[in-house]
């Protein structure tokens, strides 16, 4: 292998490494958590979905270019090929919605506004059936994608051909290629605007109850700041999403402009858009103070029974 592959290999077996297990340590904490404690909150549902997403995230796309490229062999024929990227468009899709939703859930969570109660409680009660109707969504809207997918490029492929390596997207002319990048990014940049809105007034509630912390009783301060860490970490995951964001799209807008993109600029961007869903769980797991309790215990239990 060349040096580039070997980068390129390197780097998505390290995303594997620290996303598929940071992704299971996520899903089976809350999971414990959900039949063994009474604690279990709302948000830890979006939590536990937003890392089951990533999961299958990273096994539909790092783990398919690592494998291709390690053994430099095309192992994937047409029904894998497209079972593999529609899993994955799946997924991605579902992580947007989903820490759009984590993160407007949030600012309802700790908003002492008026306005905002009604919502709140609406919210509280469909949020299971708003993540279904997310994932039905997200099913339907990625289905037509899976006919112009294929294992090899057919003697009918035109030049707007996305090469995934170890996969083809055949568009059949330029106006489905741009259009069908478009309306990605349109529905993308939704969702990351509806971050930015919902997490910008996060910060503003956060700043008025830093200014008022003084006025509110002692008995009330551990539950101000427990709603204060919970914010903040999901801005932190916010935050992560919306710089990794920035650099996919800028990486996809780049390939709209040029009917074949070259290899690496397409290696470069499912690399950034795969990070999120690797490094993710890390961010959810420092910040969270109860996956924390249980790590501790399974190791102290796991170091009494040696």
Same mark, same amino acid.
């Given at each position: 292998m060349d040096v580039q592959t070997i980068l390129k290999t390197s780097g998505f077996i390290l995303l594997e490494t620290v996303g598929i297990p940071g992704n299971l340590t =996520?899903?089976? !904490?809350? *999971?414990?958590? #959900?039949?063994? !404690?009474?604690?279990?909150? #709302?948000?830890?549902?979006? *939590?536990?979905?937003?890392?089951f997403v990533n999961l =299958?995230? =990273?096994i539909s796309r790092c783990v398919p270019i690592s494998i291709t490229d390690f053994h430099g062999l095309k192992i994937f024929d047409d029904i894998d090929c497209k079972v593999i990227l529609y899993t994955y468009r799946v997924s991605r899709? #579902? !992580?947007?919605? *989903?820490? !759009?939703l984590l993160s407007c859930?949030?600012?309802l969570i700790i908003t002492s506004n008026s306005r905002w109660v009604a919502l709140k409680k609406i919210m509280a009660r469909s949020l299971c059936p708003v993540i279904l109707c997310l994932w039905g969504l997200n099913l339907f809207i990625y289905s037509w994608t899976i006919p112009i997918t294929y294992a090899k490029l057919k003697s009918n492929s035109t030049e707007y051909t996305l090469n995934l390596n170890f996969c083809f997207v055949v568009f059949q002319n330029y106006f489905s290629y741009t259009g069908n990048g478009l309306l990605y990014i349109l529905r993308d940049f939704s969702f990351v605007g509806l971050m930015i809105l919902a997490s910008g007034s996060i910060i503003s509630v956060l700043h008025q109850h830093k200014i008022q912390v003084e006025n509110i009783r002692k008995s009330n301060i551990n539950g101000r700041m427990a709603e204060s860490k919970a914010a903040k970490a999901v801005l932190l995951l916010v935050a992560l999403y919306v710089i990794l964001f920035g650099i996919d799209n800028f990486f996809w807008i780049y390939c709209l402009t040029i009917p074949r993109a070259p290899l690496i600029i397409l290696d470069a961007r499912v690399f950034f858009a795969s990070c999120y869903s690797s490094l993710s769980p890390v961010l959810i797991i420092s910040n969270n103070k109860r996956i924390r309790k249980k790590l501790k215990n399974a190791i102290n239990n796991n170091r009494s029974e040696k």
């Open positions: =996520v899903i089976f !904490s809350f *999971l414990i958590i #959900m039949l063994y !404690s009474n604690k279990f909150m #709302m948000t830890d549902i979006i *939590l536990t979905n937003i890392a =299958v995230a =990273v899709g #579902m !992580s947007i919605c *989903l820490t !759009s859930y949030q600012f």
